[in-house]
């Protein structure tokens, strides 16, 4: 372990350049935002503790995915009870299908914010409940009086519509 | 339950565990499946991360967020990474530059695409309507497509591609092993092998010529191994030969009509020099760039330093090629002149330094002009008038940008690059591949004054005065024709050039 504040900035710069993506990655296979960020944080340390075997010749992404990948395995074995996580095999399944498909991902997202600008004033405010403001379920539904399951619907529909958004703006700019 | 249902409820924490194993199997069982997943988790977890940017319309919130009392335990400098990730502001640009290409067009023969494709263009996911001709696509898993049109095809990522219509082979290497390609009917997984497929009227005919084809269809998957056939068996599959062949013939074709042209070109009596970079075998001193105007200057052939003879736009013409700081080729140009043209072919293969050189006279005084490539990829030609009470700070030199043009995907290939200059007008026009990219009249112009060359170089900046350091500004790349002219060449003539010197 390097104690030089040089090799703590540097890793402080690249963690803060990219753990947007490191947290997306996290979230693919556990979709869960709580323990995806405490999982985020293991690795941040983990990162840490190993930075000095860091080859900033290579990309800084895929060597980080590694320590999360395991800090996800890590979480795993802790909660196995836990009925609500992905076995192995299809936690490997989507670690790999995923990074065959990072561009296309990363391409989605540039294209989502366009999406949002289109949402109707009942659906953006929707957005700011649930993802800006963090709002529980039930105070959701106090304010926009719905029901739980109308409430899931209408998010799921959201989401759907935004999802869908992008799917065709990716077919109209198709190869430009 | 629908699997978006099941999503959507995973997302939300939402899903009981019955639905859970359930949404677990879909995910085993179906890449389709998988990756919607993916699409929707992290359109999701976009959200979660950056809502204020993405909804526009919010002010800054700071969302309650439980973090968890688990800092004593750490080191000071791990709680210091710690924090940074939890309070410092959310930085949605990436420094890095990226593509999102997932192939590229490798090779092309008469192709016609409905949109504009070339040679060398990374293409992205998405569709790809070939109405006429050959097209090789080398996928960046390694796999290698080899298409006729009319073709419609898919491209899905770097593993992945759908042909609806059209005739098709692909080549799977192993490390592209499990490369899928999708047609009407059937889903064909690659072991690493070589296969053609027919779609035709939404019908699919398949073709093993070597290795193993797993086909998936709405029966039980099956084995095709090499001889072996799917659907109608046709003869009519694509050969891969047939591409090299072309192609070939067509290099050929085209640098023997250059060859023609560059002949005829060399008698015109406006060139002050024009150099082909042909590799002259009986130079025993292998540095002479030969200067082929006639009637014969051969007082102003260049002599090259450093640089390589390397292949050029075809396989029979040669070019230098410059990449260290020393490479360059030195000319001396006599005369004064009240106009000029710069014209050239260049393969740009990285633009790193600040200034890259294409033309540069040695030093920088009256009426000396100097072409390069701007650290951003625009084309810079500059034209040096100091009056001679002048401060030696003051900067007197005419600088014209054009837009910029070398980007990640006109770099590593063969562009015509031109500038023209009158002293009378003062304007000067650039050129890329034949188009105008930038028309300018400098503040500083006065009309009249003359243009001078003298000693000159290519590729690089140098003959600095003795013991000062020079600042390094040799091109990264290569370079197989350039021509200088005493006269400003109109549009129509810079195009000619353009077209009877393209490669394709």
């Not at chain 2, 009392?69 to 080191?75: E, I, N, R, V």
């Not at chain 2, 000693?455 to 350039?482: K, V």
Request: hydrophobic share 40%.
């Amino acid at each position: 372990m390097s104690d030089s504040p040089s090799s703590t900035e540097t890793l402080v710069l690249l963690l803060t350049q990219h753990q947007e993506p490191l947290f997306r990655y996290i979230f693919s296979l556990v979709p869960c935002e709580a323990d995806a960020r405490d999982i985020l944080q293991e690795t941040s340390l983990a990162l840490y503790r190993k930075f000095a075997e860091y080859d900033p010749a290579r990309p800084f992404l895929p060597w980080a995915y590694r320590f999360a990948f395991f800090q996800v395995q890590k979480h795993r074995e802790k909660s196995s009870r836990s009925p609500l996580l992905f076995s192995e095999d299809v936690m490997d399944l989507l670690a790999s299908e995923r990074s065959h498909i990072e561009p296309q991902l990363d391409d989605r997202l540039r294209l989502l914010d366009a999406c949002l600008q289109k949402l109707t004033a009942q659906d953006q405010e929707l957005v700011t409940s649930r993802y800006a403001l963090r709002q529980s379920a039930e105070e959701m539904m106090a304010h926009f009086s719905l029901s739980r399951r109308t409430l899931f619907r209408n998010l799921e529909l959201l989401r759907q519509r935004l999802h869908e958004c992008v799917t065709r703006q990716l077919q109209t700019e198709g190869l430009a | 339950m629908n699997l978006e249902s099941l999503i959507h409820a995973a997302i939300d924490g939402e899903i009981p565990p019955e639905q859970h194993a359930q949404l677990e199997d879909l995910l085993r069982s179906d890449w389709q499946a998988r990756r919607l997943y993916l699409e929707l988790v992290d359109q999701h977890a976009r959200l979660l991360q950056q809502p204020a940017v993405n909804t526009g319309r919010l002010q800054a919130t700071t969302p309650k967020r439980k973090t968890r009392q688990w800092w004593p335990s750490l080191t000071a400098a791990a709680a210091a990474i710690a924090c940074a990730l939890i309070f410092w502001p959310q930085r949605p640009a990436e420094t890095e530059a990226t593509s999102n290409g997932v192939a590229m067009l490798s090779q092309t023969m008469d192709a016609q695409f409905s949109g504009t494709l070339r040679s060398g263009d990374t293409l992205k996911p998405g569709p790809l309507h070939l109405t006429q001709g050959l097209a090789q696509i080398e996928f960046f898993s390694g796999a290698t497509a080899l298409i006729e049109g009319s073709a419609e095809i898919e491209i899905l990522s770097a593993w992945e591609a759908r042909c609806l219509s059209g005739r098709v082979r692909v080549h799977v290497p192993p490390a592209a092993k499990g490369f899928l390609m999708h047609a009407p009917g059937m889903k064909l997984e690659d072991l690493g092998t070589e296969f053609a497929l027919n779609v035709k009227d939404n019908t699919s005919a398949v073709h093993v010529f070597e290795g193993e084809v797993i086909a998936h269809t709405d029966q039980s998957p099956t084995s095709l191994k090499q001889g072996m056939g799917l659907g109608h068996s046709t003869s009519d599959f694509l050969s891969i030969t047939e591409l090299h062949g072309l192609v070939k013939e067509r290099d050929t074709r085209r640098f023997a009509d250059w060859q023609q042209w560059s002949l005829t070109a060399s008698k015109d009596s406006r060139l002050i020099a024009y150099y082909t970079f042909k590799h002259l075998e009986d130079d025993r001193w292998d540095r002479l760039v030969k200067n082929v105007t006639e009637p014969r200057h051969p007082q102003r052939a260049g002599g090259a330093v450093g640089a390589a003879w390397t292949q050029g736009r075809w396989p029979e013409k040669t070019a230098l090629e410059f990449k260290r700081p020393g490479d360059r080729v030195r000319l001396n140009l006599d005369g004064t002149y009240h106009a000029l043209t710069l014209a050239c072919w260049v393969k740009v293969d990285s633009v790193d330094k600040k200034y890259n050189s294409l033309l540069l006279t040695d030093g920088y005084d009256n009426g000396e002009p100097h072409w390069q490539i701007y650290e951003d990829g625009s084309l810079m030609f500059s034209i040096m008038y100091r009056p001679a009470d002048a401060a030696k700070s003051a900067r007197y030199n005419q600088m014209y940008f054009s837009q910029p043009v070398f980007t990640a995907d006109s770099l590593g290939r063969w562009h015509h690059l031109a500038v023209t200059y009158d002293n009378t007008s003062g304007t000067v026009i650039q050129y890329f591949d034949g188009q105008e990219v930038g028309r300018e009249i400098s503040k500083l112009h006065q009309p009249g004054r003359d243009i001078v060359f003298g000693p000159c170089e290519m590729g690089n900046w140098g003959l600095p005065t003795q013991g000062h350091q020079f600042p390094i500004r040799n091109l990264n790349g290569a370079i197989d024709e350039f021509a200088i002219y005493s006269t400003a060449l109109s549009a129509s003539e810079i195009r000619s050039f353009y077209d009877h010197g393209k490669p394709e």
